[in-house]
């Protein structure tokens, strides 16, 4: 187990916004060569592993192989298109949202719905319920839950990761999707281009497969990649925003310490693009994955010379997992559903 750092037990005064943004206000531009060279490599290994996989059998071990570590890969390809939706990839906006697409489309991702939704997202991470992307409960949704929905919340991170996936995610949003439907145009404008797109691209490859006879390894190539793909982004959401949120006295503030930070190797930070630098990214979304560390080291030099609360951490995906899914988590003390309009903010 791992030690849990979510901050003092007694809350100490917020730093001003002001005093927060200036420390990394010098580190929001992004330049292209970063971003261009983290999709392309994640998404080359990503092919690679997938023609490696596809040339064995089904009954060949190597397929099996070859083909999670396409999901590794698709995880590490899948998270650019987060940074894709604040154009903070590569800056060239065309190329982010084009680049999204290519990557989620063939998984059945509706990555322009997730866009929109990850928007709101950020505008209500931490202080509303109706937060689409939110993992963790309210103890009042606890208490008025039965014994089924009590079993899932108690252990919602093992069913996340395990069980739900990456078809998990993609339910999810277009369930939380349709609470917000009404209110956005260009979230049923997301919904029916993703719609078409998925259809098209999903057509296409399976109507190769089928052609060529290989629509069975087709299938089950797809079944891997989404399970180990689907199951790392579940894990990294999950760490690093469960048990967490609660309003602070000022945006930045309640950004700063509403996500979880990991310490973590080289490799893992690599594959997450720099995320688990969390709380940097949420309170100042325009900071490239590139600076997301330094960022991060500086925040925590302010906070320590001023005496303010530390921002939360913890050592290890997986370490911070086994010990968040030992016991139910809960949000500390939120807005109301209706103190928020759909008005996605960058």
């Known amino acids: 187990m791992t030690a849990i750092h979510n901050g003092s037990e007694e809350l100490l005064a917020d730093l001003p916004g002001p005093v927060l943004s200036r420390t990394v206000a010098d580190l929001q531009n992004t330049r292209p060569a970063p971003g261009l060279w983290r999709f392309t490599s994640?998404?080359?290994?990503?092919?690679?592993?997938?023609?490696l996989a596809y040339q064995n059998q089904l009954q060949d071990a190597l397929f099996y192989a070859f083909a999670m570590l396409a999901g590794v890969f698709f995880a590490a390809a899948a998270v650019t298109?987060?940074?894709?939706?604040?154009?903070?990839?590569?800056?060239?906006?065309?190329?982010?949202?084009?680049?999204?697409r290519f990557v989620t489309w063939g998984v059945l991702w509706p990555h322009g719905v997730y866009s929109e939704l990850h928007k709101l997202h950020h505008k209500m991470n931490g202080?509303?319920?109706?937060?689409p992307e939110r993992v963790t409960y309210s103890q009042d949704e606890y208490q008025a839950a039965g014994f089924f929905a009590r079993f899932i919340i108690r252990h919602q991170l093992l069913i996340?990761?395990?069980?739900?996936?990456?078809?998990?995610?993609?339910?999810?949003?277009?369930?939380?999707?349709?609470?917000?439907?009404?209110?956005?145009?260009?979230?049923?404008?997301?919904?029916?281009?993703?719609?078409?797109?998925?259809?098209?691209?999903?057509?296409?490859?399976?109507?190769l497969a089928a052609a060529h006879g290989e629509l069975l390894k087709a299938v089950v190539l797809y079944v891997l990649v989404e399970r180990v793909g689907g199951g790392l982004l579940q894990l990294r959401a999950h760490v690093e925003h469960y048990g967490l949120g609660g309003k602070r006295s000022n945006y930045f503030a309640t950004q700063l310490h509403a996500c979880r930070n990991i310490e973590t190797n080289p490799a893992m930070s690599w594959l997450f693009n720099g995320?688990?630098?969390h709380s940097i990214h949420h309170a100042f979304p325009?900071?490239?994955?590139?600076?997301?560390?330094?960022?991060?080291?500086?925040?925590?030099?302010?906070?320590?010379?001023?005496?303010?609360?530390?921002?939360?951490?913890?050592?290890?995906?997986?370490?911070?997992?086994?010990?968040?899914?030992?016991?139910?988590?809960?949000?500390?003390?939120?807005?109301?559903?209706?103190?928020?309009?759909?008005?996605?903010?960058?």
């Open 42 to 51: 994640a998404t080359a290994l990503m092919f690679v592993s997938l023609a």
């Open 81 to 100: 298109t987060h940074d894709a939706i604040h154009h903070t990839l590569t800056g060239i906006k065309w190329f982010d949202e084009i680049s999204a």
């Open 127 to 131: 202080v509303d319920l109706r937060d």
């Open 160 to 207: 996340a990761v395990f069980i739900g996936g990456g078809i998990g995610m993609i339910i999810g949003h277009l369930r939380r999707a349709s609470g917000f439907i009404h209110q956005s145009k260009g979230l049923r404008r997301q919904m029916a281009f993703d719609a078409i797109g998925i259809i098209v691209v999903n057509g296409s490859l399976y109507a």
């Open 275 to 277: 995320l688990n630098f």
């Open 286 to 346: 325009k900071v490239p994955f590139y600076n997301l560390q330094e960022a991060h080291e500086r925040m925590e030099k302010l906070l320590a010379s001023q005496g303010a609360e530390p921002l939360p951490s913890s050592q290890g995906y997986l370490k911070t997992f086994l010990a968040l899914a030992s016991k139910a988590r809960f949000m500390g003390p939120v807005e109301t559903a209706q103190t928020a309009t759909f008005n996605p903010a960058e």
